[in-house]
C-alpha cells in the first residue's frame, strides 16, 4: 500500500541531534532564540526533551530541565513537543514505583509536553503499561517506540505481533526506534508494508546516520506508507544524528510526498546553527570522528554510542588491541542475554560484560551485577530465554523474576518527598532527585547558592553599592 499524503517530519536539533553528537551540551540559552522559527515551519512535532537531556541539564550545565520544557513551550505555540522516555526507567537506569511513572508523566503534560514516546530495552511491553495508562489519563499522546533490532527471532511475525498489541494496549501510534542505523532500506518497504496492513495507528520511522543508509531507508519508508519521519536540521545531521531535514525536504518537493516546508526558512535555521556547529568543533566538544560514517555498525550491530564506550573502557584497562575480540564477543553475549536489542541501558549491559570476558580470558570469569540483574529477569522479559548454562554460571540457584519487574518495587513517591524535602522549590523537584538523587541534589544546592548570591547583590544596589 502506497501512501499519497505528505510525509511529516519530527524535528530533533533540540534533543536527539545534540545528545547524539556532542553529548547533549546544547544550552536553553543557545535554544531559545530559535524557537518561534522552528515552530513557524509546519512539524509533526519538536523533539526536545527526555532522553539524557535532563540529566546533562543538572549535572553539566546547572539548568533545571522543567524550567527548559516550560521555557520552549512559551515559544512553541503550534508546534506539540515531543520527548523520550524508558518506559518503567523514565530517565534512570532502573524501575521505579508506579507512583513516581504516574507522577512523572502528570508533570511533564502539566508542563508542556504533548507526545511522550515510550520504549524499552527489551521490547517488554509490560514496561510500558502504567507510561501508557498514565499519558492516556493526562490526554497525552502515547506513542510506543519498537527498539529495532536484527537476529532469528525478530521476523516481520514478530514486529507486526507486537505492533497489535500496542495497539490493543491504547498507544495513540508506533515508532520504529531503529537506534544503531540497523535498517536497510529495502528492509524497511517490508517492514513498514507488513506494520501498515496490521495497524491502523500511524506508524514514524526514527534512524541514525552512523552506517551511512538512513537517508535511503527514509526514503523506502516514506513509499511503503510511513507516516512520521525524524530529521535533524543540517548543521546537527548526519554521523551519529538523524538525517538532514532540509535534504528530505527537497527530495519529496513536488511528489506526493511533498511535505510542503519553506527551505528558505529552514535555511534561517541552519544559519543560526552553523556557528554554534563551528563552535563545538573548534572547543572539541563535536569530534569529527562522530560525522563520518562507520559500517562497523553494520558488521556488529554496534550503536555509535557503544562503540565509543568500548573504545574508553578498554583504553582504561590498558586493553585496546583487544578491540576486535569485543567486538566479536558482543554479538555472542548478546545471544546469551536471549538476544535483546542493544538500546541504553542494555547496551552498557552487554558492552560490558563483553569486555570483562575478552579481559578476564574466561567467559563470565568476571560478572557485573547488571549483568545478574538481566539474567535475574529484573529488567524483563527477553524474545528468546537466556542460555541456561551462562545464566547458571553467573547466578547460581538464585530465583528468577518472572512478573513485570515494577510489581516488586514498591510506591516510593512519599519516601522520596520526604528525603529531600529541605530543597524543594517546586513539585517537579522531588521528579529530579527520584531520578538522579546525588546529581539534583549538588543542583539544587548551586540553584541555593545563585539566589543568595542575586539576593546580596540587589540589597547592595537598594545600599547604593553601585551608583547609577
Known amino acids: ?9 519530527t524535528e530533533t536539533i533540540l534533543r536527539d541531534a545534540h545528545q547524539s553528537l556532542i553529548a547533549t551540551r546544547m544550552s536553553t ?33 546547572h539548568e533545571d530541565p522543567w524550567d527548559r520544557l516550560r521555557k520552549i513551550k512559551d515559544k512553541a505555540k503550534k508546534t506539540p513537543l515531543q520527548m523520550l522516555f524508558r518506559g518503567q526507567n523514565i530517565l534512570g537506569y532502573r524501575p521505579y514505583g ?60 514478530y514486529w507486526t505481533n507486537i505492533a497489535k498489541e500496542i495497539e490493543n494496549m491504547g498507544a495513540d501510534s508506533i515508532c520504529i526506534k531503529d537506534m544503531a542505523g540497523l535498517l536497510l532500506p529495502y528492509k524497511a518497504t517490508e517492514l513498514v508494508t507488513a506494520l501498515k496492513s496490521a495497524v491502523k495507528i500511524p506508524i514514524q520511522l526514527h534512524t541514525h546516520y552512523t552506517s551511512g543508509v538512513a537517508s535511503m531507508t527514509y526514503m523506502k519508508a516514506v513509499e511503503a506508507g510511513v507516516d512520521v519521519i525524524d530529521c535533524a536540521m543540517s548543521p546537527f545531521a548526519l554521523g551519529t544524528s538523524q538525517p538532514a531535514t532540509e535534504v528530505m525536504v527537497e527530495t519529496f518537493k513536488g511528489t506526493p510526498y511533498d511535505t510542503g516546508y519553506d527551505q528558505n526558512l529552514l535555511a534561517e535555521i541552519a544559519d543560526y546553527f552553523r556557528p554554534y556547529r563551528d563552535e563545538c568543533l573548534e572547543s572539541g566538544l563535536l569530534n ?21 564506550n568500548l573504545t574508553s573502557q578498554l583504553k582504561d584497562l590498558g586493553a585496546e588491541d583487544k578491540y576486535y575480540e569485543v567486538l566479536e564477543e558482543v554479538p555472542r553475549v548478546r545471544k546469551d542475554f536471549g538476544e535483546c536489542p542493544l538500546v541504553t541501558p542494555s547496551s552498557q549491559i552487554v558492552g560490558s560484560q563483553a569486555v570483562m570476558n575478552v579481559v578476564a580470558g574466561e567467559r563470565y570469569k568476571m560478572v557485573t551485577k547488571e549483568t ?15 542460555n541456561p548454562e551462562v545464566q547458571k554460571k553467573c547466578i547460581g540457584d538464585a530465583e528468577v523474576i518472572t512478573c ?20 524543594k522549590e517546586q513539585d517537579e523537584d522531588v521528579l529530579s532527585y527520584a531520578l538522579f538523587p546525588q546529581v539534583a541534589i549538588d543542583f539544587f544546592k548551586y540553584r541555593e547558592a545563585q539566589k543568595t548570591k542575586m539576593d546580596a547583590s540587589v540589597a547592595d544596589t537598594k545600599n547604593g553599592a553601585y551608583p547609577v
Not at 522559527?37 to 541539564?57: N, P
Not at 513485570?404 to 530543597?423: C, G, I, K, S
Open 288 to 308: 569529527p570522528k562522530n560525522m563520518g560514517v562507520n559500517i562497523k555498525t553494520l558488521l556488529y550491530q554496534v550503536p555509535g554510542g557503544m562503540l565509543s
Open 1 to 9: 500500500m502506497s501512501q499519497t499524503k505528505p510525509v511529516r517530519i
Open 404 to 423: 513485570r519487574p515494577a510489581d516488586l518495587v514498591p510506591n516510593e513517591l512519599e519516601t522520596l518527598e520526604a528525603e529531600m524535602a529541605q530543597y
Open 29 to 61: 540559552e543557545r535554544m531559545l532564540p530559535i524557537v518561534e522559527k522552528l515552530d513557524q515551519v509546519g512539524y509533526h512535532s519538536l523533539e526536545c526533551w527526555g532522553g539524557a537531556t535532563f540529566d546533562a541539564s543538572l549535572r553539566f550545565l
Open 372 to 386: 545478574k540483574d538481566v539474567l535475574s529477569g529484573k529488567y524483563g522479559k527477553t524474545v528468546k530465554p537466556f
Open 98 to 157: 508506579d507512583d513516581v511513572v504516574e507522577y512523572f508523566v502528570q508533570k511533564s503534560i502539566a508542563n508542556g509536553i504533548d507526545i511522550i514516546r515510550i520504549f524499552d530495552c527489551l521490547n517488554d511491553l509490560r514496561n510500558l503499561e502504567t507510561a501508557v495508562k498514565a499519558s492516556n489519563k493526562e490526554e497525552g499522546h502515547a506513542q510506543i517506540a519498537l527498539s529495532y533490532t536484527l537476529g532469528d527471532a525478530y521476523t516481520l511475525e
